[in-house]
Each structure stands twice: as structure tokens, then as C-alpha cells.
């Protein structure tokens, strides 16, 4: 095996580990959105003589929660679905796109998406995606 084709093995691999720490990590929301499910439905006792939050608040944890765990699951799919791409040597530019968005968030995302652009814009590695043409 080629050094080019053990780099994209081994970015392919750390793809997908990156990928399930994003998701895990997308989950740190879920406390926020569940407090908030509890603001809005009452389920935290008022004290005589305090007052209730307005619902504005429950309503507020829940839609920020929401995107954030949205944004997160899809950024994690997006890593799997690089992986899994760098693995077949297919879509090459959805491939680039995905390791820019990674240099985003650091230090994975940031260690991994610079090694994956490394990678990608040797010549040699160009040629392994493109289509084999019988």
C-alpha cells in the first residue's frame, strides 16, 4: 500500500472518530432543552410570595438548545459521511469543504481538518479520485 493511500485510510478513521465526538458533544444541550421543558410546563414549584418565570425563558432554552444539538448532529454526519468518502476516494471537493469547516472548531477539528487539506491538495491523492475510466 501507498503512502497517499494509508493518509486517507488513517484520516478516514479519525474521521469517524471526530465525527462521534461531535455527536457526543452535540448532546451537552440536552440539559438546557429539558430545563427549559420544565420551565414551560411548570414543573419547578413556585414559593408563596415568588414568582414564576415567564415561558419567554422555557422557550428560549428550548430553541437554543434545539439548534445547537441540530447544528452539532448534522456537523458529526457531515464528518461520517467525510470519512466514509475519504475511505472510497470519492467526492473530492465535499471532502476539502468538510476539512475547512473542521479547522473551525478546535483542537480536533482544527489538528484533523488541517491534515485532511495537507492530504488533499497533493497531486497523487487528486488522481486517486478521479474516476477510473475502462
Given amino acids: 500500500?501507498?503512502?497517499?493511500?494509508?493518509?486517507?485510510?488513517?484520516?478516514?478513521?479519525?474521521?469517524?472518530?471526530?465525527?462521534?465526538?461531535?455527536?457526543?458533544?452535540?448532546?451537552?444541550?440536552?440539559?438546557?432543552l429539558f430545563l427549559g421543558i420544565a420551565l414551560v410546563s411548570g414543573a419547578f414549584p413556585v414559593q408563596p410570595g415568588d414568582q414564576a418565570p415567564p415561558p419567554i425563558v422555557g422557550w428560549m432554552f428550548i430553541s437554543i438548545a434545539s439548534v445547537l444539538i441540530l447544528a452539532g448532529w448534522t456537523l458529526a454526519i457531515a464528518i461520517f459521511v467525510a470519512g466514509r468518502f475519504l475511505a472510497r476516494r470519492t467526492h473530492y471537493m465535499y471532502c476539502f469543504v468538510v476539512a475547512a469547516i473542521e479547522c473551525l472548531?478546535?483542537?480536533?477539528?482544527?489538528?484533523?481538518?488541517?491534515?485532511?487539506?495537507?492530504?488533499?491538495?497533493?497531486?497523487?491523492?487528486?488522481?486517486?479520485?478521479?474516476?477510473?475510466?475502462?
Avoid: W
Fill in 1 to 32: 500500500m501507498n503512502q497517499d493511500q494509508e493518509h486517507l485510510r488513517l484520516l478516514s478513521i479519525f474521521h469517524y472518530a471526530v465525527g462521534g465526538l461531535t455527536a457526543l458533544a452535540a448532546c451537552f444541550p440536552c440539559i438546557h
Fill in 105 to 134: 472548531f478546535m483542537p480536533l477539528g482544527t489538528i484533523l481538518g488541517v491534515f485532511t487539506i495537507i492530504v488533499l491538495v497533493r497531486p497523487s491523492v487528486k488522481a486517486l479520485f478521479q474516476p477510473v475510466v475502462a
